[in-house]
């Protein structure tokens, strides 16, 4: 499996970004996926994450109520909906798969950087 994310920028505070993260390879073999993200000099976290089915999701509490995740296994994307995007989202975020195998698989990043 191999995780392709994209959508990251430069925006101002208060706007909205949509990441996506396109899977390609085995997906059927995708269990969980989520949203990870890093800032400079901090440790990577758990933006939110969402079950196989779609039906059941988690966010951290830093960004609940302003990001929504989602997937659409039909076109093997998950998405990250951000609203009133924050300076302290600042961050390169990752997209991560769990397989049902136990593997964990990482894409390689998309920047989001939100000025005051």
């Known amino acids: 499996v191999q995780l392709v994310e994209s959508g990251g920028g430069l925006v101002q505070a208060g706007v909205s970004l949509r990441l996506s993260c396109a899977a390609s390879?085995?997906?059927?073999?995708?269990?969980?996926m989520g949203w990870y993200r890093q800032a400079p000099g901090k440790q990577r976290e758990l933006v939110a994450t969402?079950?196989?089915?779609?039906?059941?999701?988690n966010y951290a509490d830093s960004v609940k109520g302003r990001f929504t995740i989602s997937r659409d296994n039909a076109k093997n994307t998950m998405y990250l909906q951000m609203n009133s995007l924050r300076p302290e989202d600042t961050a390169v975020y990752y997209c991560?798969?769990?397989?049902?195998?136990?593997?964990?698989?990482w894409g390689r990043g998309t920047q989001v950087t939100v000025s005051s």
């Open positions: 991560n798969a769990r397989l049902l195998i136990g593997v964990e698989v």
């Open positions: 390879g085995s997906t059927f073999s995708i269990n969980y």
């Open positions: 969402i079950t196989r089915s779609g039906g059941s999701t």
